[in-house]
C-alpha cells in the first residue's frame, strides 16, 4: 500500500508560482496513477490534474490548463505540481491522490477512484 505526503504549499500573490511535491512510500509507485485534487473554501473537492504509470498521459480540469503541470518521477517516487499564474480562486487544500495499481489515466476522475490520499497541502493566493 502506498503513502502519500504531500509538501510545498503556501502563501503567495496572485501571477506567482509554486510547485507542489507528493512523495510516496512504496514499492508499487511505477504501476500507480497519480492525481492532483484540491479544495477551496467551503466548496468540494474537485479534480485538478492526472497522470498516468510512467507519464505519458496527462489531463487537466479546465480551470488549471495551461498554467499547471502535473510530472513525477518514478526512480525517486515522487509526483509534482508546478502551479504557474496563480490566482486568488486557486486557493485550497491541495491533495495528492494515488489509484490502485493498473488503473489507467481518464479525463475526469472521480474521488472515489482513488483509495489513497495525502493529509494536504494549503496554498493560498493572495490578490
Known amino acids: 500500500q502506498v503513502h502519500l505526503v504531500e509538501s510545498g504549499g503556501g502563501f503567495v500573490q496572485a501571477g506567482d508560482s509554486l510547485r507542489l511535491s507528493c512523495a510516496a512510500s512504496g514499492r508499487t509507485f511505477s504501476t500507480i496513477t497519480m492525481a492532483w485534487f484540491r479544495q477551496a473554501p467551503g466548496k468540494e473537492r474537485e479534480f485538478a490534474a492526472i497522470?498516468?504509470?510512467?507519464?505519458?498521459?496527462?489531463y487537466y480540469a479546465e480551470s488549471v490548463k495551461g498554467r499547471f503541470t502535473i510530472s513525477r518521477d518514478n526512480a525517486k517516487n515522487t509526483m509534482d505540481l508546478q502551479m504557474n499564474s496563480l490566482r486568488p480562486e486557486d486557493t485550497g487544500v491541495y491533495y495528492c491522490?494515488?489509484?490502485?495499481?493498473?488503473?489507467?489515466?481518464?479525463?475526469?476522475?472521480?474521488?472515489?477512484?482513488?483509495?489513497?490520499w495525502g493529509q494536504g497541502t494549503q496554498v493560498t493566493v493572495s490578490s
Open positions: 491522490a494515488a489509484s490502485s495499481p493498473y488503473w489507467p489515466a481518464i479525463r475526469n476522475p472521480r474521488q472515489s477512484d482513488f483509495p489513497t
Open positions: 497522470i498516468s504509470q510512467m507519464g505519458g498521459v496527462t
